[in-house]
């Protein structure tokens, strides 16, 4: 279980600085586990491998505008980039300046004119205490989106709705569940129709999903926690189909990760709580059949977790035929789905 297992070579054209035209206009890779077949698609050809026994399981979270740039009091340039929101006046995130900021040292945000103070430290995030009207309302006023650090170049307007889903409903991830930016209502529409089931998740995305794993032995690694809540709708839903042999499709690797978080000796359990879990090669899936994702990055935890489901072999053969192929790659890029 080394990381080198998990590194590849990208070309930097590959990886995508704009969505498509259309959230439809993407390419898509299938895969077939039983086979190890591998075809290339388009996205929009995605309902000819669903079927009415199947349940798609979407997270619902919705992206804040978590990115701010301000000065500490003293004059040095300082950016602020939102992990989760703690509490009406509190929140935790990563701050870039070129001292590491205090407790109590006073950031004066550039939009606004708002002092944020610095409280603490937890881990690799600080604690973060907000003025009237708190996190949310200043967050949704004055903030940015919060582009991924592989896209080079400043949030536009465009970027408001598209790094968006859009059925994104439960405000509090600072990244998008990017494999659900493919669908647009109609498609959904669409699927629906065909008696396609269609139930929701919420995990809130945090910025440590872009984080590389930092040490040799994957086993070593320990993952960042998120917040997750699955209703009890949803996890009757998943009761019904998998009793009647109904495959269960995360759409994206954050809905995996919730699933499989609230699953006990298989069964699904409805509630709300932090999850931590890490999933790699030789974890044993307890409700996930099938997987809509992105193509992800070198060293990962996602690429981990995709390489348990597909196995690491046929992933590592599907990434170097992506490449061959110029797929786009990462969170505006292509879909891959995993049967």
């Known amino acids: 279980m080394q990381k080198a297992d998990f590194d590849y070579q990208l070309p930097e054209h590959l990886i995508a600085q704009h969505p498509p035209a259309q ?10 586990r039983n086979t190890g077949t591998i075809e290339h698609r388009s996205f929009a ?61 006073e950031i004066i945000l550039t939009s606004g004119a708002f002092v944020v103070r610095v409280t603490g430290r937890k881990d690799r995030f600080f604690e973060l205490e907000f003025p009237e009207p708190g996190v949310s309302i200043i967050s949704a006023e004055h903030g940015q989106i919060p582009l991924p650090p592989y896209v080079k170049r400043q949030p536009d307007l465009h970027d408001q709705t598209r790094y968006q889903t859009v059925y994104a409903e439960t405000a509090g991830a600072v990244a998008a569940p990017t494999a659900g930016l493919h669908f647009d209502s109609s498609m959904l529409g669409m699927i629906a129709d065909l008696g396609i089931g269609q139930e929701m998740v919420t995990l809130h995305v945090g910025a440590g999903t872009f984080q590389p794993v930092q040490v040799s032995d994957i086993r070593d690694h320990t993952m960042h926690e998120e917040w997750f809540s699955i209703s009890d709708q949803t996890a009757k839903s998943i009761f019904r189909h998998r009793e009647t042999g109904g495959r269960i499709l995360a759409v994206g690797t954050t809905s995996v990760r919730a699933l499989e978080s609230a699953a006990t000796n298989g069964v699904l359990q409805s509630g709300a709580g932090e999850t931590s879990i890490f999933i790699y090669p030789g974890y044993e899936f307890q409700i996930v059949d099938s997987l809509l994702t992105n193509f992800h990055l070198p060293g990962s935890t996602l690429l981990m977790l995709v390489s348990a489901l597909a196995g690491h072999s046929l992933m590592s053969e599907a990434y170097r035929i992506a490449i061959a192929e110029e797929y786009r790659f990462f ?9």
């Open 23 to 32: 959230r439809r206009d993407a390419r898509l890779m299938v895969i077939h």
């Open 45 to 105: 050809n995605i309902t000819e491998y669903l079927s009415p026994q199947d349940l798609l399981i979407f997270n619902n979270t919705k992206v804040i505008p978590a990115r701010f740039t301000g000065r500490k009091s003293s004059g040095g340039h300082v950016e602020i980039m939102l992990e989760r929101i703690t509490g009406k006046q509190t929140a935790l995130a990563q701050i870039r300046a070129s001292k590491a900021p205090k407790p109590g040292t």
């Open 331 to 339: 969170s505006y890029g292509d879909a891959m789905l995993i049967l």
